[in-house]
């Protein structure tokens, strides 16, 4: 079946520090991935998307490249602020729906 | 533009009652998602409309929960006899349908929904 695993949080980083939060998925044939955002107390933003395989998402200092070969779609920033802690959720799409990964809880501290 | 917009944002509710939870997506998406959030469960998929019909409906978690959508806009939920085990976060999402679609889906804030 299609699912989304996702590294356990939470991750606890200082600020400035370099951020990689793994994100592998199992899925039939070639879903778009996504990243997406929850601040505290606020829903689901999109943070990035790449549709197809190579393809770099990015936004906002964050990237993820689409890797076919790993099924992979790791999430990366190189300099983290504390307005970045939040809880990240690795997802793809399939069938027209969202699978989503269990979210990563990433707290930067000054 | 405006975005997905839900209401209320938080309700509770005793064991037993309905609930009505609305949903006005982003205008002109054609497609409109229920997912829900709770701690033990992650964000799951709910139901799935695609103008006002509902071709996939397959996360609705029993028959006391059902959904809407009227006009290709507005979207609602409705659980009947809510059970503690219902307490979560419901979330509204849409889509544009049209050929450029990456199949990205925008968030609403969400309705908490806890049941005493």
């Known amino acids: 079946g299609n699912s989304v695993t996702q590294m356990e949080g939470p991750v606890t980083l200082s600020e400035e520090a370099f951020l990689t939060i793994n994100c592998t998925y199992t899925?039939?044939?070639?879903?778009?991935l996504f990243w997406y955002v929850q601040y505290p107390g606020e829903g689901l933003q999109l943070l990035l998307k790449a549709t197809k395989a190579d393809d770099k998402g990015s936004n906002k200092g964050f990237e993820a490249t689409y890797r076919k070969e790993t099924t992979s779609f790791h999430l990366e920033k190189g300099s983290v602020q504390v307005s970045d802690s939040a809880v990240y959720f690795c997802?793809?799409?399939?069938?027209?729906?969202?699978?989503f990964g269990t979210g990563t809880r990433l707290q930067v501290f000054p | 533009g405006a975005g997905v917009s839900q209401s209320p944002s938080n309700k509770v509710t005793e064991k037993g009652k309905d609930v009505e939870l609305r949903c006005d997506p982003i205008s002109g998406h054609t497609a409109l998602y229920w997912y829900r959030q709770s701690l033990g469960q992650g964000l799951e998929f709910l139901i799935y409309f695609q103008g006002n019909s509902a071709p996939d409906k397959s996360g609705l978690p029993s028959d006391r929960f059902s959904a809407e959508r009227t006009g290709g806009s507005v979207s609602t939920l409705t659980i009947q006899r809510t059970q503690q085990e219902d307490s979560a976060v419901y979330l509204c999402?849409?889509?544009?349908?049209?050929?450029?679609?990456?199949?990205?889906?925008?968030f609403g804030p969400g309705t908490r929904l806890t049941v005493t």
């Open positions: 999402a849409s889509r544009h349908n049209g050929p450029s679609s990456s199949y990205e889906q925008y």
């Open positions: 899925a039939t044939g070639y879903p778009s």
């Open positions: 997802a793809l799409s399939r069938s027209d729906k969202l699978i």
